[in-house]
């Protein structure tokens, strides 16, 4: 493949997520893992799933949760790693102890987009995150901002990034987190802790993906993840509030 996937290492350690609907907060021990340097660019998206790409270097979007996990596989298949997930319709498994390419999981992401870093954002948002107040009126290509501590481009800003982990499945079904905030947004939306998200055949001009790997010896649980805590998650006890999505 000409537009190759680079990845860092990020070593193992830990990350406090932030669940505000519940005012609940949750320590989660990672082990170490890989993840895109870049969010992946239309052209990668266009060599492996036969799109074009109208400009090459800007982040792909107008891409589902289900075409994000497309396009795992498919780049896993060119590289010759066991494809991280199954389909069953529009069902899709994730086999933990595979090596190919995926979605972070959500602590995997705040970690990685972090760096270390405490605070809302791991730099001047000016400096490492294209946002509302530059005024643009599209993504802009990868790496035209300052990386955080990582060696991560555009964790901030530019483009929401699509991870594996369901957001609030007790009010929002099968809806499935991105994070990071977009060019659109303002300040208080682009910050390392930012929930928020969507359903797996939705498709936004700003939101996209970056893909980790490494795979782990469990199964139906990793990094944060687990399906026994998706399942406790989507218990409702009593009738659901009014405004709430209504389950299938």
Same mark, same amino acid.
């Given at each position: 493949m000409s537009a !190759?996937? *680079?990845?860092?290492?990020?070593?193992?350690?830990?990350?406090?997520?932030h669940d505000a609907r519940r005012d609940l907060r949750r320590s989660v021990d990672l082990e170490p893992f890989e993840i895109g340097v870049y969010p992946v660019t239309q052209e990668q998206v266009a060599e492996l799933l036969g799109e074009t790409a109208t400009h090459s270097r800007r982040p792909a979007t107008e891409v589902s949760w289900l075409r994000a996990i497309r396009f795992c596989n498919a780049a896993s298949e060119w590289e010759g790693l066991d494809p991280?997930?199954?389909? !069953?319709? *529009?069902?899709?498994?994730?086999?933990?102890?595979?090596?190919?390419?995926?979605?972070?999981t959500e602590a995997e992401w705040e970690f990685a987009c972090r760096a270390g870093s405490t605070a809302p954002h791991y730099g001047p948002l000016d400096e490492v995150a294209w946002t509302s107040a530059d005024g643009v009126t599209a993504p802009q290509d990868v790496g035209g901002r300052l990386p955080n501590l990582n060696g991560l481009f555009d964790t901030l800003g530019n483009v929401w990034e699509w991870c594996w982990d369901l957001l609030d499945p007790a009010r929002y079904d099968d809806y499935r987190v991105f994070r990071g905030g977009g060019f659109a947004d303002d300040a208080w939306s682009v910050r390392a802790s930012t929930r928020r998200g969507g359903a797996p055949r939705m498709h936004h001009e700003d939101v996209g993906l970056r893909v980790a790997r490494g795979g782990f010896d469990a199964a139906d649980a990793a990094q944060g993840w687990s399906a026994q805590a998706d399942l406790e998650r989507a218990a409702v006890d009593g009738p659901?509030?009014?405004?709430?999505t209504p389950r299938r």
């Open positions: !190759d996937i *680079e990845l860092a290492r990020i070593g193992a350690g830990t990350v406090v997520l991280a997930y199954a389909f !069953d319709g *529009e069902d899709v498994t994730w086999h933990v102890d595979a090596d190919g390419f995926r979605l972070p659901v509030p009014y405004g709430w």
